[in-house]
Every structure is written in C-alpha cells, then in structure tokens.
C-alpha cells in the first residue's frame, strides 16, 4: 500500500488510488491483438490480466518524493468527489489519499512541490479538493508544475476538439483553480524542479506530457507518466493507447524511453502498472523485457 523505493538520497513511496480489472484490451490498447496478448500469458496474468474477464488490470497511483527537506507530490490520481459521469470507476471518489500521505510522511500542508506528467483526469485530480464550497488547492504551501504545452492546448480549447477528450472536466475543477490562485509553474523539457528531478520530453501520449528524472548518488528513476500504461508495451513497443493523441509521436518516444530505461538501469515508476506497480526494463533477445521492483518495505 505504501511501497518505498530508495533511490539513492531520495526516498519514493507509493501511494495507492485503487487497482482492478476495469478494461477491456480492446479499448485500452487497440493496437495490440489478442494472439499477442495470450503468448504473454504466463507474467501477464493475474497482475496486468485478468483472462477470465479478458480485462486489464489498471492502477491510479499517486508518487511520492522525500528529497532533503523536499516534499514532491508526482501525479495526483482522480481526486475526491470529482464529478465524472459516464466513468463508474472514477465518479465521485471517496479515498483516504490524505490520510495515507500523511502516513507516508506527507502532510497536505508540508508538501512543496506537485509536479505533474500531464493534464489527463486521472493525474490531476488531487491538485484540488471540495472545500468551503469550492475546489481548492489539496496542497495550500506547495507550487504546482505543469506541462506547458497541456495546459496551452486545453486554455486554447483544442482538448473539446478530440474525438475523446481525455482532460475532461479536470481542466475546470483541478487545474483552472490552481491557475487563478497564481500556484503553477509551466514547465518544460530541460526544466529541473527542487534541485533532484529534471523534466524531459515524453510527449505523444498527450501533447505537452514530460517525464521525471531523479539522479541520486549514481542511481535514476523515471516517472514516466502515461508512457506506459500496461507492460505489454515494453514487449511491444508499438502498442499505443487508445489515449493517446499522437500515435507516431507516442511510439518514437516509447521506443527512445525503453532504450533509455535498457541502458540506464532506473527504477520506471508508472502510473497504471499492477502489481507490483514498478519495475525495470531489461533487454533481451533483440527486445525488452519487463522486470517487477520489489519494494523495500
Ligand atoms: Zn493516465
């Protein structure tokens, strides 16, 4: 529930939004066939697959980062009482994510930095909360960073424009009211936030997504938002999402992502993985392969 991982200085604890088999292969990955699904069978299931529902397993979890006196929120999952209607599994939530990031060592008030990989609804959800009759930042002492060019493009509109708008609402009651607090920061590739992460380039998946890299004491790991959503697209490359926007885009920078991940050794924290939530990507017989992370409590 709440993994830590140690990498190097730096102290990464997960926290848990919910986990289940909620989506049919088809609509998640529409690019991948079920042949290539069940030859996979064996690491798949029960933890990424769930065959006799043939659902995939998919995780919202928030990342949390203790760097010196640094307290970093990464993505921040659907949030409580969101109204989202037509999506079941995300309508009106009632978690105890506050609770667990208080017991992780995260107190909304402590907290100093949210960063998020991008603007998508089950990743900024959190950056506001129902209070006093409004949604108000979660994190009242913290500046939010956010892709500059996801924000860009839902303030010009161009989310309404997509066959499938993946912002939503989230734009209105999880990232306009940070914006008319003067709380964010646009961020982009280059960028380093809170002297431990740097931003990079992971767009396709959204327009402006980015990635996040901590170095410490010659260990990495990545946050590689929606990059990923399920380890079938370590082993196949070339699956997108059926979110994401750009599909070329999406595969080039999957494809430079996995190499990376291949050469560097860091710890991929994703999003949407199941258990356990984390791993390696390792490359053997002329591909990759995905390896699970075991926590360290
Ligand atoms: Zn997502």
Known sequence: MLDTY??????????????????????????????QLAAQRDWMAPDHWVPAMNKLVLTVQLWLVHAGDQIIVVDTGVGNGKPREGMARMNRLNTLVLEWLEAAGAPADKVTHVVNTHLHMDHVGWNTRWLDNRWTPTFPNARYYLPKDDFLFCMEGKNHEQPLDV???AIEDSVKPLADQAMIELISPGDEIAGCMVVEDASGHSPGQVAFRVHSRGEQALFCGDVFHNPMQIVYPDINSGYCIWADKARQTRRAML??????????????????????????????????AGSQS
Do not use: C, N, W
């Open 167 to 169: 912002f939503g609402a």
């Open 6 to 35: 140690q990498v190097g200085d730096v102290r990464i604890t997960r926290i848990h939004e919910y986990s289940g088999p909620t989506h049919d292969p088809k609509f998640l990955l529409p690019d991948m066939t079920p042949e």
């Open 259 to 292: 190499e990376d991940l291949a050469q560097s050794g860091a710890l991929l924290l994703p999003v949407h993985f199941g258990q356990p939530y984390a791993g390696y990507v390792r490359r053997e017989q002329g591909g990759y392969q995905f390896e699970a």
